[in-house]
């Protein structure tokens, strides 16, 4: 096999810098979340010329333990990294792998992956909120829509909401939660909104909430309170009643997997969310299994860098249960990632090798 010929001989660390094309604001729990901020990669070269890299960081005595190994004594196309001592290579061994075998991630996963994957855009926040010293109002919010679908090419937008929690007196943040999402939807009749609470509500602010909102399109409720099993059934009850197609998502912060398996053994979780890096690229795969026996959904969670979006891309190409992605505008600095192309709400996969991006300017790191 063409992976054994290959021998890790280099591993290096490398900072980036992401920009996002504006300020992000609030969330229910966080201040503003800034215009971007730093990334780690990490670089994987081979004694026969071939080379990857991805998100991760690889301490001293994982590179000892790496370095004089086959590509294929860690790494398995079929499964991805073959140890948790790899952990921290699992993106760059999936692009280095591809590079060697002449294929991009997806179809390394899947002989057929789609071409391209439905991807929302995940950075509509509390800007009528943001900043502080010059908040937007709701115009604000309407603003960062307008870019992100005509500039852009998102159709679909995720709202932050639970004001009422720490920002904004009870009524008066419920009130502005509805105000901000039936504007979005008065001004873009067609779109599809999801709602991400970041656990805020309580099962009373989240039913007045939705009493407002559930004629806007709603696809799915993320992180409405801390899941539990009487709360999602609640949850549920209200749904069946007002809007039976709505999605119940969860799992993005700090997830609990025997929980997150009840409530989806209960159906009271449609769609799984846990973190694409934090997870982990090769968990990912092997639980997209586990979410198809199941029969619910998932959206691997992308914030923090449009490289998280490419990556769950390839996820979402390959497996089946994967609606949606979370898409993050941004750029990350010296890295060439252009032939990833959204155009109407959809995110294009590109034909290239590995995850069809290129390394071309990044600072080394110890
Ligand atoms: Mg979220």
Known sequence: MELA???IIEINNKRARNRYPRLYGKNSRLPEHSYGGDCYLVEIKTDKGASGWGLGRCNEEIKLKMIGKSVSEVFDPNIGILSPDARCLDFA???LAGKILKLPVSKMMCDTPLASVNCYDGAIYMNDISPDTRPGGID????NCRYDYYELGYHWFKIKVGRSG???EYNEGLKRDIDVVRAIHKEFPDAILLVDANDAYTTDSLFKFLDGVIDCNIYWIEEPFQESVEGFQLLREYLAKHSPKTLIADGEFNPDLPLLMDLAQKKLIDVFLMDVEGYGFTN?????KTVNELQISASPHNWGQKLKTHYSAHLAASFQGIDTIEGVPDLTEGIDFDDYQLKDGYLWVPDKYGFGMDMIWTHSIS
């Open 5 to 7: 010929y290959h021998k």
């Open 93 to 95: 061994l999936h692009d």
């Open 140 to 143: 604000a919010i309407l603003e």
């Open 166 to 168: 720490k920002w904004m």
């Open 284 to 288: 990912w795969r092997s639980m997209m």
